[in-house]
């Protein structure tokens, strides 16, 4: 197999900005979001949707290499961004200023 996924970039200058694209307190799927596959090397990829913000979803390293994006419901959609805004200790509205200086 090939693990070519590249490192993800964390930028740690400047406490108050929001990095939305940080994972580190992303928990970790069993399976792939988007190809249902059980690998042991998952990783946890953010997603943004400019009608929802940012989500992080659990992919497998063939998924996360691409930039198709899994098919996700509205709803789902809403539930993953509200989940990814806790694990970056924002709110929605924080996302969503956040979203709008990019
Ligand atoms: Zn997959
Ligand atoms: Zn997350």
């Known amino acids: 197999m090939i693990g070519s996924t590249s490192p993800i970039v964390t930028q740690s200058r400047g406490t108050s900005d929001v990095d939305l694209n940080d994972t580190s307190r992303c928990p970790l799927g069993v399976r792939c979001e988007a190809c249902g ?54 709110d929605r509205d924080a996302m969503h200023v956040a979203l709008g200086r990019t």
């Not at 992080?56 to 539930?79: D, F, G, K």
């Open 37 to 90: 596959a059980e690998e042991e090397t998952l990783v946890v990829r953010t997603l943004g949707c400019p009608r929802f913000g940012t989500m992080c979803l659990t992919l497998c390293p063939l998924c996360a290499s691409t930039t198709i994006l899994p098919p996700v419901a509205a709803a789902t959609a809403e539930r993953l961004v509200a989940q990814h805004c806790k694990h970056l200790g924002i």
